[in-house]
């Protein structure tokens, strides 16, 4: 990635290039050799491939998660806790399976090489602002268009060690699983479908509407846009997982307190 | 384009694409015409790129159906919530209930709309939005299965050969250096 910025700069100062067949020094903007009449690839000609496959396998991986997440209706999952720890361990084992198929190219995610913590303490306060946004929106919506309240965890309410368990199934364990299926793996293979905008669109647009709530798009689709350029632009998901975390658990402690 | 040659040199036009060519190019910079070559070579090059063309009208035209099932669902959406929502006028809810069908078509608008720039994302995003719409309408009502099986199923296929073939365009261009 770092290599390929750096070799379009050195071309791009220069106003000329050489024709990848014959050699003859040519403009860099040229998509044929005057002399010889050779294709001067302008993207790398490499990414051309099995696109189709990877978009099967990426859709089985949605799918499964899909599968799992209405499974997840016909149970009363955020009251009983074995369903709950089931669900979450379904869709845990899910992501880290598919993100682990391109372990090799994935890993390099997961490094903490220029981690900085001033700056994933400010993506987590932005997550900590962004959640008390969306929560005052959501409820005025819900107030507004379903006059009713809604709240999850009711049963849990008052017991400490069932709350602290609440907050690692819903902040610990989605940001960290969620992030490894979603801006890992499913956004690293429709990078080597798409062009880089296009697969933020679309990693964001499948991960809003996974949520199963079109109500709750118009927050969700930022939400998922802002995490995905995050994961492109510092190359690591540690970032991501921070933020997903943070919001996650400022919404649940709304929930709790 | 302009900027590099300089201006007494571009005093020629190719044939083909009709850009400014250097009279010492052999082969044109821009779409690889034989400026200097013999008529034969230059006629199947004219004839090479009219197959691409009729290619590229092919994919073009799977995208298009893709686009209007989108915009067919949107207006599908649209319509089923207007009359929902004189059915069920005096039902407290009705917003609620109604919002959805809005939500959704405005979705697949803005879809439809937006595929002309992006094809692969809007289509593949569509085409997960209405999977995961059937399934929650199944769920709701296992009857919704079998209702409108043929349209689904043809919506669907429209869907997935526009997918196919934004991925194909995407390939051909680049294997022809077409911007």
């Known amino acids: 990635m770092v290599s390929e910025e750096i070799s379009a700069e050195v071309i791009e100062s220069a106003d000329q290039k050489n024709c990848i067949s014959c050699n003859v020094l040519i403009a860099v903007d040229c998509r044929f050799c005057g002399s010889c009449g050779a294709k001067q690839y302008l993207t790398e000609p490499d990414k051309i491939g099995n696109q189709w496959l990877l978009l099967k396998q990426s859709a089985l991986f949605y799918a499964i998660t899909l599968i799992i997440c209405c499974a997840s209706k016909f149970f009363d999952v955020f009251q009983t806790f074995s369903w709950l720890l089931f669900f979450s361990i379904a869709l845990a084992v899910n992501s880290l399976a598919f993100f682990l198929i391109y372990w090799k190219e994935n890993k390099k995610l997961l490094n903490f090489i220029n981690f900085s913590i001033q700056k994933a303490s400010l993506y987590g306060a932005m997550a900590m602002m962004g959640a008390i946004l969306v929560h005052y929106s959501v409820s005025w919506l819900n107030l507004t268009i379903f006059s009713r309240e809604e709240n999850y965890y009711y049963l849990f309410k008052g017991n400490f060690f069932a709350e602290l368990l609440i907050v690692f199934f819903t902040a610990v364990m989605p940001a960290l699983f969620e992030e490894l299926g979603f801006r890992g793996y499913l956004l690293g293979t429709l990078l080597k479908v798409a062009d880089k905008e296009q697969a933020i669109y679309i990693s964001a647009f499948l991960f809003a509407i996974i949520h199963l709530s079109f109500i709750s798009l118009f927050w969700l689709i930022p939400f998922a846009l802002f995490i995905a350029h995050v994961r492109i632009r510092e190359n690591t998901l540690w970032y991501g997982i921070f933020f997903h975390f943070f919001f996650n658990l400022t919404a649940c402690l709304f929930e709790l307190l | ?179």
């Open chain 2, 1 to 179: 384009m302009e900027n590099i040659i300089p201006a007494e040199a571009a005093i020629e036009k190719c044939d083909a694409c009709f850009t400014d060519v250097v009279a010492d190019d052999v082969y044109c910079t821009n779409c690889g015409y034989p400026l200097k070559g013999s008529d034969f070579e230059q006629r199947s090059f004219i004839a090479n790129r009219d197959v691409i063309d009729i290619d590229m009208n092919d994919f073009n035209n799977k995208i298009k159906s893709a686009r209007n099932s989108l915009y067919y669902l949107a207006g599908v959406f649209m319509f089923v919530g207007v009359i929902n929502f004189f059915i069920k006028k005096d039902d407290p809810d009705i917003l609620a209930y109604v919002l959805v069908y809005v939500i959704l078509a405005a979705l697949f608008l803005a879809l439809g709309g937006y595929s002309q720039k992006k094809p692969l994302a809007c289509i593949v995003s569509g085409l997960c939005l209405y999977t995961i719409v059937q399934v929650l309408a199944i769920i709701d009502n296992p009857a919704n299965l079998v209702s409108g099986i043929i349209v689904k199923i043809v919506i669907i296929g429209y869907m997935i050969k526009g997918i196919k073939s934004a991925l194909e365009l995407e390939r051909f261009k680049k294997e022809n250096n077409i911007t």
